[in-house]
Structures are given as C-alpha cells and as structure tokens.
Nanobody, 126 residues
Framework: QVQLVESGGGLVQAGGSLRLSCAASGRTFSRYSMGWFRQAPGKEREFVAA????????YYADSVKGRFTISRDNAKNTVYLQMNNLKPEDAAVYSCAAASRSWVYPSRDPTAFGSWGQGTQVTVSS
C-alpha cells in the first residue's frame, strides 16, 4: 500500500494557475503509474490526467488538454499537476491516485488505481 498526500490547492481567479503536488510513501514509487482525478459537488469523479511510471507517457482528459500538465519526479516520490488558464468549471476536489499494479501503463478508469490521497480543494472564481 502507498500513502498519498496532496497539496497546493486553493482559491484562484479564472485564468490563473495552480500547481498541485502529491507526495507518495510506502512502496517503490517509480514502479507505478499515477493519476489525478477530480470530483465536483453533485458530480461523479472524473479522470483528469495520468502519467506512466517512467514519465514517458502522459494522458489527459479532453477538457484539460493544453491547459494542464502532469509530471513526476521519481527521486522525490512526487507527482505534480500544473494547471494553467483555470476555468470555473475546473473547481473540484482533486485527488491523486497510484495504480494498483506496477509496470502498467495508466488507465482513465479509477478502478485501476488502488491507493488514493485525501484530496485538495481547488476553487476558481469567475
């Protein structure tokens, strides 16, 4: 099992930027793909972005493509989500997740992720 702790959320005006971080501990971070998901009040959890264990492959939801960038630093056991040009519809609780199996390219399906952080709130004012 891996423990995940997100940080970096907050209140930002539309058009602004935030950088989320997710620090991992408890197992070999560099073997596992990582993902970011978000959930707004009254809505289902949705996929945002994912990155392979080595960082050589990244995937994005169409709604954030071109605005968000996922990256990772395996030396620091941390995955990041750089969010630019934020829109009010991006407001949600953002959670990072670690894939259940090692050496597997990431999925957009949350059931493929076995460990989750507690989430960090992102609020975007218009």
């Amino acid at each position: 099992q891996v423990q995940l702790v997100e940080s970096g959320g907050g209140l930002v005006q539309a058009g602004g930027s935030l950088r989320l971080s997710c620090a991992a501990s408890g197992r070999t971070f560099s073997r596992y793909s990582m993902g970011w998901f978000r959930q707004a009040p009254g809505k289902e959890r949705e996929f945002v972005a994912a990155i392979s264990w080595s960082g050589d492959s990244t995937y994005y939801a169409d709604s954030v493509k071109g605005r968000f960038t996922i990256s990772r630093d395996n030396a620091k056991n941390t995955v990041y989500l750089q969010m630019n040009n934020l829109k009010p519809e991006d407001a949600a609780v953002y959670s990072c997740a670690a894939a259940s199996r090692s050496w597997v390219y990431p999925s957009r399906d949350p059931t493929a992720f076995g460990s989750w952080g507690q989430g960090t709130q992102v609020t975007v004012s218009s």
